[in-house]
């Protein structure tokens, strides 16, 4: 991205050439991938030329000025729609824009589109799209994972340099594993929620997805920082890139937790991770074992807070206001076929979930009970961080799945095992792609640091990043 | 009702007076037109997200504080879900395992006995919208429709013990909780408009003290159905016990026209609300500083002010009470007296035609009522001069001299003059006089209405009275005196 930030600069190219290049390959492309819901030509061909009026003038809004980027379709934008790939919001246009819109908007990178997902973030597959599959640019019979699957897709298929996610269980690292694509959930707190539509309010976080390390720290720095219309905002979220990396980790530790190379886990996935842990000791960090004992506990933590924070967030789709609305003679028959209809199998599934663990006769033993498991994840991390800097796992227990591969919904839930720990203690976590198995899919690699230490885990991806291109171009370890 | 006792418990909400909503900066503003007073935050647009009303918390801690309550130093929101048109976002921001205040009490008289009412709770919420229906309720109206306004305006919810024994003794403590939040300058609590409401937990003791059912009461909305309710509730279940029947828990609402309760539904059809934290807001952490702060804030209380106005000023008890819960007059009051007017005459004046004129609007200045009372205590002008003066003083905002000046309203000193008028007024009635001092005492009252009249009502009438009797005596041969 830095190049192609000098490109700008030094106007070889300009940003409607970039920006036309961009629609070029969607309308190439994206006919088999399916990744936009939305594609705002127009729009993104104004703002484009208003970005090179800016460079005209010298006066860009940033040096990423005329950048384009793809948004994920919860994330509320003025002038195109905002469907949550939902029936219910199918034609819903939100009147106001979320922070990281104004965000990108400031540093002058014009939109693209919106890019398909699974109905309201629920889902690991993007299966679960109302509107139609995205396919994974690496095998078109296979999914590209979900919930951001539609911006994992797109930049691994090059119809955007970089886009936004939403990560509440994993859904911008499952993806971006399954594509190969750099993708970061940052500290909970650190990234606006304003505008993001609500899927668990405890859990979600917005984050970028990119081609590389070092382009996901870019744009983390873009949308990072304090936002007072968000009460869980962190006063001191901004970020600043780092201008140099060293070329070795000395003095940096790495704790590998055993419990997430145990059963469940493809051997060529944990084969790969491992020759990646093995590359950092190489770099010379210090590699240790650590324990996160109560990690297997997450997949149920995690659906049992994300289905009773979603059944109360997605209780406001009634009809009454916006969205779709099925007529009946009364209001209760109202409210009932509007959500038959407007919502989708796993959404109504996640929501009956959701009821069911907040009723008062279930409360204590599901929500309170995984609001105190909660509580000893996080202390599980806590005390990895007193002895390491980051932690590395595998992202996925296995590489893409094929389309119509995973029937039953708990199968599914599975995909999370690795990563809904981080949403869960509130830490950073960012996925890399570490190699390719022998089907050629990309293989993940997770890394997770203290809260607030993202300036950590660019480190060591950006370190471990340039090590893994230099094997690739010489072809040995 | 004979052997039945009956336990009262109450819950009261009540609109905050703040200028912005409680999680967004739209305006409160009471009888706006529908629907221009919401923004996405109040509307529960996807994607918008709760910011708390500063102001509202300090609101409810000053009433937390006044009604004695433990202030948390840590309380925290909860969402209450479930499904109604005119609750945007299909839940309710409110507090429910950890509120703002809790463990407080209300004092008051009740039939100048002191009584304490147990406050056992104090806690923030917001308020939802307000449905308009076609016919009489939302099921069988034609149409519906909502206005927002209201949704968003913040609330506090105060829940009694069940200790009331008394509709009575239930109005009486909702009429010193309404007078103590409106000293604080909390809420308007007008219960025309719905910014203060009230739900009534009912239950009677049958003959062994056993406790009973309880009913909730909703859609009290005046202090008189308040009362009128719980009176008809206590005595529906004495009879339903009296009769071997049971008592079924159960919510009923007031029908103020067939002056009932009626039925809404029974506790086994009660709405589970799935209580679970707020996860867009973090716990609300308070400083003692600024608990200190507004506790040090805090004006006094209408029961404090009672009880002083007894003991300093020796007003009586009814005097106290009328003039405590009307802050307004016994502002002046107090403003009065402390200009150095006496506390029983400036009471009488302010509880008679004061309080009369000041229903209309604005009060008059404690400088210009101090002068009235001066100029009628000093006999410069008379009683009823007096209050002529006052509803000009009213009506046009002037002082009383320019007023007694401009109308020539100065009490007539000249006692010769005044002899000479009352002397006319006889010549010009003689055979009234003769029958005067034939014994007919009445017609006493005529030559006085005559002399005030001839006068324009300058005369000092206790003068005039006295002057007359003198002139009427019977065999007297009365001259006018002449100087
Ligand atoms: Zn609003």
Redesign the pocket.
């Known amino acids: 991205m830095k190049e192609l930030a000098h490109k700008l600069r030094t106007s070889q190219v300009s940003s409607v050439e970039l920006v036309q290049h961009y629609l070029d390959r969607i309308r190439a492309v994206d006919s088999d991938i399916r990744a936009f819901l939305y594609v705002d030509e127009d729009g993104a061909i104004a703002e484009a030329k208003a970005s090179d009026e800016r460079r005209r003038r010298g006066e860009p809004l940033s040096p990423w000025d005329g950048i384009p980027i793809a948004i994920k379709d919860n994330i509320c934008t003025v002038g195109t729609p905002t469907t949550c790939a939902s029936r219910m919001l199918e034609n819903y246009y939100s009147p106001f824009e979320a922070e990281v819109i104004t965000r990108i908007k400031q540093a002058g990178m014009p939109i693209l589109g919106k890019t398909n997902m699974d109905e309201f973030a629920m889902g690991s597959s993007t299966e679960f799209s109302a509107f139609y599959i995205t396919r994974n640019p690496h095998d078109l019979t296979r999914v590209p994972g979900g919930s951001s699957g539609g911006s994992a897709a797109a930049v691994a298929a090059g119809e955007a340099p970089w886009a936004l996610g939403t990560d509440t269980g994993g859904s911008i690292r499952q993806p971006g594993a399954f594509c190969g694509v750099v993708g970061l959930k940052p500290t909970y707190g650190r990234v606006s929620r304003w505008g993001l539509v609500a899927l668990a309010s405890s859990l979600d976080q917005i984050g970028p997805m990119a081609r590389t390390v070092a382009d996901a720290e870019i744009l983390f720095s873009i949308i990072a920082g304090h936002d007072n219309r968000d009460s869980t905002s962190w006063p001191n979220a901004a970020y600043r890139v780092m201008d140099a990396v060293p070329d070795n980790l000395k003095g940096i530790s790495v704790g590998v937790p055993e419990e997430f190379f145990a059963e469940g886990l493809d051997p060529e996935v944990a084969c790969s991770v491992r020759q990646a842990i093995k590359m950092l000791e190489n770099l010379g960090a210090e590699v240790k074992p650590i324990s996160l004992p109560h990690n297997i506990y997450s997949i149920d933590t995690y659906l049992t807070l994300v289905t009773a924070e979603a059944s109360s967030n997605l209780a406001r789709y009634d009809g009454v206001r916006y969205g779709l609305r099925v007529e009946a003679p009364d209001c209760t028959t109202m409210f009932k076929k509007t959500r038959t209809k407007g919502f989708g199998p796993e959404v109504k599934r996640r929501i009956m979930l959701g009821t069911y663990v907040l009723t008062a006769s279930h409360h204590e033993a599901f929500y309170e009970q995984a609001r105190r498991v909660r509580t000893l994840i996080a202390q599980d991390l806590e005390q990895a961080f007193s002895s390491v800097d980051v932690v590395v796992t595998p992202t996925t227990p296995t590489t893409a799945f094929r389309i119509g591969e995973k029937q039953d919904p708990l199968q599914m839930y599975l995909s999370d095992s690795y990563t809904a720990i981080a949403n869960l203690a509130g830490n950073p976590a960012l996925t890399m792609p570490c190699g390719i198995d022998r089907k050629g899919l990309p293989i993940g690699l997770q890394l997770i640091a203290d809260h607030f230490r993202e300036d950590l885990i660019f480190t060591v991806g950006r370190v471990l990043e340039q090590s893994l291109r230099e094997v690739e171009a010489g072809g040995e370890l | 009702m004979g052997n039945y006792e009956l336990t009262i418990g109450l819950e009261i909400h009540v609109e905050l007076a703040t200028k912005s ?1 409680m999680f ?3 305006a409160t503003t009471f009888g706006a037109p529908p629907n221009t007073q ?2 996405p ?2 509307l529960g647009l996807p994607g918008t997200l709760p910011l708390l009303n500063r102001t509202a918390v300090e609101y409810g801690i000053r009433a937390g504080l006044a009604l004695n309550c433990r202030i948390n130093p840590v309380s925290e929101f909860a969402r209450k879900n479930y499904y109604y048109p005119d609750l945007p976002k299909a839940y309710q921001i409110t507090q429910h395992d950890k509120p703002l205040a809790e463990n407080g009490f209300l004092e008051y008289f009740l039939d100048g006995q002191l009584t304490k009412t147990t406050i056992t709770r104090l806690h923030l919420e917001e308020e939802v919208g307000k449905s308009i229906h076609s016919g009489d309720s939302i099921i069988g109206s034609e149409y519906s429709s909502i206005d927002y306004n209201r949704a ?1 305006i913040p609330l506090i919810e105060i829940v009694t013990a069940p200790e009331i024994a008394s509709p009575k003794q239930a109005r009486v403590f909702l009429e010193q909780l309404r007078l103590t939040l409106q000293y604080l300058g909390v809420s308007d609590c007008k219960m025309e408009n719905g910014s203060l409401r009230c739900d009534a937990n009912v239950s009677v003791r049958d003959i062994e003290g056993n406790p009973g059912e309880k009913v909730e009461i909703k859609n009290l909305n005046s202090f008189r159905a308040l009362e009128r309710a719980l009176a008809y509730e206590g005595e529906r279940q004495a009879v339903l016990l009296s009769q071997g029947k049971q008592v079924l828990r159960e919510t009923r609402t007031w029908d103020e026209k067939a002056q009932k309760t009626v039925r809404m539904r029974l506790k086994a059809e009660a709405p589970d609300y799935r209580y679970f934290p707020e996860p867009d807001l973090p716990p609300l952490e308070l400083e003692q500083v600024w608990i200190h702060e507004i506790a040090s804030s805090l004006p006094e209380l209408p029961l404090a002010r009672e009880e002083r106005f007894q003991k300093a000023y020796g007003l009586s008890e009814y005097d106290a009470g009328v003039l405590v819960r009307a802050p307004h007059l016994a502002d002046v009051f107090e403003e009065t007296v402390a200009l150095g007017h006496s506390p029983k005459l400036t009471a009488n004046w302010v509880l008679g035609d004061f309080a009369r004129l000041a229903r209309q609007g604005e009060v008059v200045s404690a400088q210009h009522f101090g002068e009235l009372l001066e100029l009628v205590s000093s006999g410069q002008i008379n009683n009823n001069q007096g209050k002529a003066v006052l509803e000009e003083m009213f009506a046009t905002g002037a002082s009383p001299r320019e007023i007694v000046q401009k109308k020539g309203l100065t009490i007539i000193q000249d006692l010769g003059f005044l002899k000479t008028v009352i002397q006319e007024a006889l010549n010009e009635h003689s055979e009234l006089v003769e029958r005067y001092r034939s014994g007919e005492d009445r017609l006493l009252g005529f030559f006085v209405g005559q002399v005030m009249r001839r006068t324009g009502g300058r005369a000092e009438p206790v003068l005039v009275n006295k002057l007359l009797a003198e002139a009427l005596q019977p065999g007297r041969n009365w001259e006018p005196h002449k100087e």
């Open positions: 909503k967004c900066g739209c919401c923004c935050i109040c968003g």
